[in-house]
């Protein structure tokens, strides 16, 4: 049996990092226009994918991001603790519908063959894609820092590098 959730246009969507650098889990929070609510967890590797994937379109389209004015700027919507919605993605595409300037995003639990699948579509404005964008890659910025050997990880107890042929940790 197939579930799936047709979102529409979403009146928020963003991203979010739960936990400590190293162990932070990931997920997309969107509200729809009609109130429904979805927790779309992700890896960090599927996440900046995604913000590569936006910052790309942006930049085929020449698209420039104006800020709305400071009193027509949105609230932050409040969640509920528990969504309508919510599930570990498997498969995570985008679309882009070019004359209306919006992408769609469409994310499945579960892979084609599978016949208990929970999916989810949604879209959103340009604007907000780039809004998105700037906060995937603030999540990502913000993870640990990277080894200068070999681009893995630090951890905050202790680094054994490949590079060093695991003999000195950093």
Not at 52 to 59: D, G, M, Y
Not at 117 to 126: A, G, I, Y
Not at 148 to 166: F, I, K, M, T, Y
Request: net charge negative.
């Amino acid at each position: 049996m197939s579930d799936t959730h047709e979102f529409g246009p979403v009146a928020h969507i963003s991203a979010e990092a739960i936990g400590q650098p190293g162990q932070r889990r990931f997920r997309l929070r969107a509200l729809s226009e009609h109130g429904d609510s979805a927790f779309l967890w992700l890896e960090k590797e599927q996440l900046v994918a995604l913000g590569e994937a936006i910052e790309n379109v942006l930049k085929q389209e020449s698209y420039t991001y104006r800020r709305l004015p400071l009193d027509d700027s949105e609230l932050d919507p409040v969640f509920p603790l528990s969504a309508q919605v919510e599930f570990q993605l498997a498969q995570l595409s985008m679309g882009v519908n070019q004359e209306a300037q919006r992408f769609v995003l469409i994310g499945a639990d579960g892979g084609p063959d599978e016949s208990d699948t929970s999916s989810v579509t949604m879209e959103f404005d340009f604007r907000r894609g780039y809004e998105l964008r700037r906060e995937i890659a603030d999540l990502a910025a913000a993870g640990r820092p990277p080894c200068p050997l070999c681009g893995a990880p630090l951890d905050p107890e202790g680094h054994v590098c490949p590079r060093s042929n695991g003999h000195h940790p950093h």
